[in-house]
């Protein structure tokens, strides 16, 4: 066996907003030997191209041997650019090598974004020099911190499997503890003693002090992660308890935001800046701020009347929630994979245009014990959804079931714990299970 690798045009291995992710894969035989080449525009091409080459190599355990097609040509590329996984490590710390697990699980699937939203008003574990107040008051425990040698391995780790890391912190709140020792922030409710009646609630203010604060994590972020071209802000309101009056004093934030991240990525503006969407953006002074932009959709119900969207280059996260719904501290609805497969509203949603998807994972009952059961193999379903979105994909009918059973083996053999779609006699007898499926 001979591969050839043709990597056409790519001065910079990273992934770019712009990068061809496209591959064309040829196998033929000659003189009984068969010889591969895999050509792409870019290194992530032809990663990928790779990748599709390990799904059409079989060991015969019994024998010893490969066994592989003698002749085939693939052209492939994604339908989307942005193709993303969100964990959030700020409600539970995740450890660094289940996060590299993570990663790799990542790549089998062609996904090429890690969100990593790393912290949240519960805690904020990750090590920063320029900051040194966050790692006494940010994580949980001092064992329960990302140092920037574990953020470099992790970035490193994505970086030749064609994925980019994108760190959100959470901002301008609810921030929580992590930024008490901040004198720049305030909270809606006070008790007798002028603290924070609920520290969960604190927030940032709109003052200068925050904002140098957030150019010297937004500077060490871009540092360590050498993704420059994408950022996501956050901007969010997401919140573990009951916060009042989290859109109170923050207009402005947006463009000092922007500023500051300007400034930390040395004078150039990101090609393409993330928040969460909220209400706010409604607002036309804030709308106008973010035009042409990017917004992360979490929860949208599609209006056909409704246009707020239209300026904006969205991300899809709506109905790709792996998380467990919580109420009461209660887990109240779960997702399946099929469900997931069957979203196809998003389509039909107005925006300026769709940059892509992402599944996300809220870590509220989630840790090193159960994040590969909470992930996969629904993110490697949106995965497919993402890569291949084709009208003739609309529903989760035997081949989908077949090809997820055989990717989910794939990826149980790079150590991979996926959860199970049906019982392993299904996997060898499909047809007596297939019948069932609709």
Known sequence: MVILIDVESDSDPRLRINTDEGYMLKVETKNN?????????????ARHGFETLSQLILLDQSTGYLIMLSSAIIKDAPTYKYRGLMVDTGRNYIPVVDLLRTVDAMSTCKLNTFHWRISDATSFPMSLSKIPELEEYGPYDRSMVYTKKDIRMIVNRAGIRG????????????????????????????NNSLTCDNDLCRRLTMHDSTFDVLQKIYSEILEMTNVDDVFHLSDSVFSMTNCYYLFDDREGFLDKALFRLKMANKGFLPQLPIIWYTSHLMKHFEAKTWERLGVQIDEWDANPYES????????????????????????????????????????NVNVFTTEGGESILWTDLVDSSNLDYHLWPRAAVVAERLWSDVVANGSANKYVYMRLDTHRWRMMQRGIQVQPIWPPWCSFSPSSCLERVH
């Open 163 to 190: 994925i980019r890391v994108l760190i959100e912190i959470a901002a301008p709140g609810p921030v929580g503890r992590p930024f008490s020792w901040l004198s720049s922030t305030t909270c809606s409710r006070k």
């Open 33 to 45: 030997q068969v010889i591969i080449k895999v050509s792409g525009l870019s290194f992530c091409g």
């Open 308 to 347: 707020y969207l239209n300026k904006f280059r969205v991300i899809h996260s709506t109905k790709w929630d792996l998380s467990c719904e919580m109420r009461k501290q209660r887990c109240i609805r779960y997702r399946t994979w099929q469900q997931m497969y069957l979203w196809k509203s998003w389509r």
